[in-house]
C-alpha cells in the first residue's frame, strides 16, 4: 500500500528528553497487524500525557506514534473477524506505548485487540469515552461483582473533575448512587453537580494524612488519584465496602495500614484497562452504551484539534483538562 498520512513520532533525544515531530508516513511504515484502521478520532488521556512529555516511561520502543486510543473504520483486513467498513474501537494493549499509536491517519493493529463500536456511540462519542471512560465503567463493574449497590450507602469519586472521576460520576449516579465527588477545582463543583453529583468534597480534605480507621462515611469508591487520597478513602468505608483503585494522579504510593481490610472487612479491587480481556471490555461497552447518559456524555466531551495534542499533553498532567478531550478532524487534519 502507497497511502501516505500524517503522524506524530515521538524520539528520544540524546540527553534522554522526549522529542515529538509530525511526520508523513505511509502504511508500510507501520508495525505489524492484520486490520488497517482509519483512525477518526482520538483523546489525551493522563498516560498519553506522560508518554508525549516523558515525564514517566511509558513509551518502551523508539520511535513511537503516541495514542492509546482510537475509534475509526476498518480500511482493510486481513483476519475474518473484521470487514472494512466495521466501526470499532481500541482501548489500550500497548498502543502509544509498545504498538504503534492513534497520532496518526492510519493504525495498523491485532484484530483481536477491536471491540465493535455500539451503534448509538459516533467516533467522537467513543473518544469522548475512550480509556478512561472504559475504565470508570470497569471499576463499576468491579464494584458490582463485589456485590455493592446504591442501597449500600453513598460512593466516593476521586479526581472527580478529570476523565475517570467524570465519567464516574456520571455513571454511578444514572445507576442510582449517591455520588460523593472529591475534587480541587471547587469552581468545577457546579458541573459535578450537572453531571450527578450529590455532594462534594475538597480534595484536600483527602490528600492529609488520615488515621488508620476513620468515620464510616462510603460503601464505594472510585479512585484515580492513588497515595494519601487512596488511603483516606480506605479509611472512610463503610464495614464490607470496597474502592476500585485505577489511578495514581496523586502519587504510586499508598500509606495505608491493614487496618480497613481485617477490622471493617473493607477490598481494594485493582482496575486494569491495558491488558483487560477482550470479553471485559466488550461487557464493559455494552453497559456504557446502555447506562451513559447522553447528556452527561455531551457535557463531558471538550474538542480539541490534531495540532492541540501537544500543548494538551502538558495541561492534563497539570490538572488544567476538566473532562474528556477529544481530537475529532484526525481524518483531516493527517491527510496528505
Ligand atoms: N488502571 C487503568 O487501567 C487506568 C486507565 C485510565 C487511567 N488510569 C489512571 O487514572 C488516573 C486518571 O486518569 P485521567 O485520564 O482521568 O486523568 P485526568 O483527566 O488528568 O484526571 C485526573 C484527576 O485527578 C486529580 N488530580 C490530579 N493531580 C492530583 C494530585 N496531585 N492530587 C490529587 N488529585 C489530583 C484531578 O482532579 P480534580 O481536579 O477534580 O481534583 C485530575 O483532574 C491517571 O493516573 C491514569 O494514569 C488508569
Redesign the pocket.
Known sequence: MTERFKALLLHQGDDGRTLCEERVLSAGDLMEGDVDVAVEATTV???D??AITGRSPVVRRWPMIPGVDLAGTVKASRSPLWREGDRVVLN?WGLGETHYGAYAGLARVRAEWLVALPDRFSFRDAMGIG??GY?AM?AVLALERFGLSPDQGPALV????????SVSVALLSRLGWHVVA????PA?AGWLRELGAAEIVD?AEL?APSKPLARERWAAGID????A?LASALAATRRHGAIAA??????MDLPTSVAPFILRGVALLG????MAPKALREEAWRRLAADLDAEALRRIEVPIGFADIVVTAGA??D?R??G?VVVTDVAQATRV
Open positions: 488521556n493522563y498516560k500525557g506522560l489500550g480509556t478512561a475504565t470497569l476521586t479526581g472527580a473533575a478529570g476523565g475517570v472521576g472529591s475534587t480541587g477545582r468545577e480534595r490528600a484515580s488519584v492513588g497515595g487520597t485505577c489511578g495514581l494522579a496523586g502519587g482496575v486494569d484497562s491495558v492534563i498532567l490538572g483538562v476538566r474528556r
